[in-house]
């Protein structure tokens, strides 16, 4: 919704005395789209035009006694508004005609990292877009360290600024919501790499069309030109094209084999051209993509396929455009789940189905009104199921969470996105002595999903330190649904000043409400508890504002502060909590009498403990979380398309959701001194420590019952500060260049652990639900990763020989070390012993290298490719030891970066 597939142009024509011209022909080409478009200058000199194609123009400027003139190459981007100024020399001076393109937006603050084709194609880069956000993005961080595409079948989760939730990560196609209702953060389709004409990742600085403090990650496909072209390509890396990045140092800490390729294939197939010459345009694509990996310490060749394709069609008529878009992806993971040390029959058969739908028609009303309306239809279906032959209970290492029998669980969930979408935008020139850039807009969006669950025998077992410990009842089979209606409205305006002075603001409403659709009650556990109305109903106003001002006569430099305040998306899952047929479980003491580490009926002892969130209810008062965000930054142009950007960020996020187990409330806690004797497990030595912990009253087990809603709201509170600097050299065929460094820290209270899953303010996790998840709790987060650095470069060397590179560095994780508290009442849990950032996983550095020769044939040409990936064969970690005992002094590695590998390419064009 945010982000455009379109820009603006706009500009003065003087004479050499600065006199304003009117009634200059201003005509624009773009021989790429086969467009064309022609216009005048007022009564002012002023021109202005909305909904321009993004991409390469040519603009011609031609008035009577006056010398004509011709700009090559602009480049608008997407979302710009660029301005051109011209100095036309009477045709009786010697004097030439000039002109002038000011690179920097006086119309905006957003922050963010724009790749057009040639950088998404020409960098190595694994041929994904999570690759792109990992590698090329400015400011982002990753989940993981991805060396050519080893895990390019499964979607990264990332923060766009280190401290943002990857909950609140918005997926746009073309510009409109291709996002998971049900796990927001994530895209309901698998975007296709080879069919990317432009990416634009906006982090910061967002103007009122946004509502999510969370990156919008715009994926805008090509389309059909004027002329006919097409191009096969074919990528492969084979296991002989790898080394081995085992060290005697980490055989010594027990690592003796990392994660590799098998092989992997992916081939692309495309054709673009006119159906009706200048009316109808079509492009369409065929990829695949087949990956077989050799995990380290797992028993199976662990294999995935991807067949993705796309069609495009659009047609042309006088000022409008109405184009058609079809997009679908059929993925396989015969072994879902695999990991180091997870037993194959614990992973899944899964098999993914998306299928995306677009119908959006652009219209340029006047040269400076722009209108369009889009209508997107996305639809998912995910299948996991269990390992043919497979029949044992699914078991569980607690704590250390290593599995055993079969998977824990088969699904087959349907998610729906449907998006309607009006966007206006608007140039209005000298009204109030400054020119106006009015944007303005309505989404009505509804999002639907329904998920089946089933468990082997309905049973899962616990296990501590290899003992049976616990066994889980479910009430599988379940299905739940759940349904939600948003509703935006949002209207920013720009005021431009003769001087450059600017500013902006803005206003967006938004209206949430969230529903659980009719279904028969689960009739497998009796409630004891009134849920009342299960529904989440949120209307917030959202305000922006910003002030651009010039530093720089020419205008060539400035200095951007914006204020926000953001709204968190209303992702589906939350309303599970209130869903009488979630997925619920009964957990009890477990004897086992024939000591088979199998559950044989009549071994279950005490009820201890109720999960999941069938035994949940949502707080009716619940609070949306908003984010207030505060930017500055001092930005320059120079050279030949040189961009300067030092920027700083101050984000403070309130209103976090969690559960609060009102069942069992702080109350039925009785507090107990702990003494941990440290790594070096020697008493009264230097790194013994003190806690108070918990221990649940006997009388109060098996009571849980769990609110959804905003615990400790006036305290807890995340927080984010940032330090950006880049430096951008782009839209050259013989010399591109990036460089960015960002400096992070994001502090705040989130669930016990180190993952994605655990350490981030928008999960829901253990937090508030008994008062040990309270101990050392607050620390930095998961996505902090402190300083972070980027460089890339791509230049044409001797011979013809493309030279490609980027070297990426990620300072280490935070985390924390977990002491094991057993001989509670409740059972063994864990408690961090320190702030996670005290402790950091070892840094991350890898280096990617391209070569490549254009041989030309006449019309066609074939390009030979060779990447290489993690060149310097670093095997640094990217998990390490967590558990307190006398390794963890040691720093072992138990996760590392993959080896270093090569891959072959080979692409013709025609």
Known sequence: MLADDYGNLWGLIVNENQNPLQDVRISIFMTEEDFEKTLLSDTSGLYMICGLPLGCYKIRFEAQGYKSHIQERVFLEPSQSLYLKVILSSKEKKDKSSSKVLLLDYSNSLHQTILDKFQIQESPSAHNVWALVENQDLSATTNRIDVGGLWGSIPALFSSRGGSSWTQNIYLLNGMDVTDPYWTGMPLFFPDFNTLHYTQLINAGHPSSALSPGAYFNLLTQEGTGQYHGGISAFYIHKKFQSSNISPALENEGIFDSHSFNYSMDSNFYFSGPLIPEKLFLFTSVSTFHLSRDLADFEQEDKASVYSGLLSLKYRYSESTLRFLWTGQIITYPTFGAERYIPFSTTSERRDYYNVFQAIWHSRIQDNHFIK????????????GFQEGISRQHGLEILRNIPSGTAPLANRDTRNSLTFLIKGESLIPYFLRASHRFQYGFQLQHWFSSSQKEITENLHLRFFEGESLEIVKYNTPVHHRESSINLNLFAQDSLTFSNFISFYFGIHLASSHGWIPSQNPDPSFGEDFSRGKSKINWFNVSPRFGLIFPLSKAKTSAFKISVARYYFTLPLYLLTYGNSNALGGLVYTWNDLNNDKQYQEGEASTLIRREGPFFSKIDPSLKRPHTDELTISFTCTFGSNWHLSLSGFLRKSRNLIETINTGVPFSAFEPMEFFDIGDDRIPDSHDDLSFTIYNQKEETLGQDLFLLTN????????RYEG???TLIKKYSSKFTFFLSFTATTAVGTTSPGNTEWEND????????????????????MRFDRAYTGRIGINFLALFGIRIGCIVKYYDGQPFARKIIVSGMNQGPFYIQAHRRGVSRYEYN???????????????????????????????LATEENEWTGP???????????SPRVFRLGLVYEF
């Open 887 to 897: 390794e963890y002094p040691l720093r072992f590695a138990t996760e590392i970066q």
């Open 711 to 718: 615990p400790d709201s006036e305290k807890r509170k995340s």
């Open 761 to 780: 303010d928008g999960v829901i996790g253990s937090l508030y639900d008994n008062p040990n998840t309270l101990i050392n709790t607050k620390g930095r």
């Open 723 to 725: 330090l950006d600097l």
């Open 845 to 875: 550095r890898t280096v990617d290298i391209r070569l490549e020769k254009t041989l030309n044939f006449g019309k066609t040409k074939m390009r030979i490719i060779l990447d290489g990936f993690n060149i310097i064969n670093r095997g």
């Open 373 to 384: 309306a889009g209508l997107c239809f996305v639809h998912g279906n995910i299948r996991s």
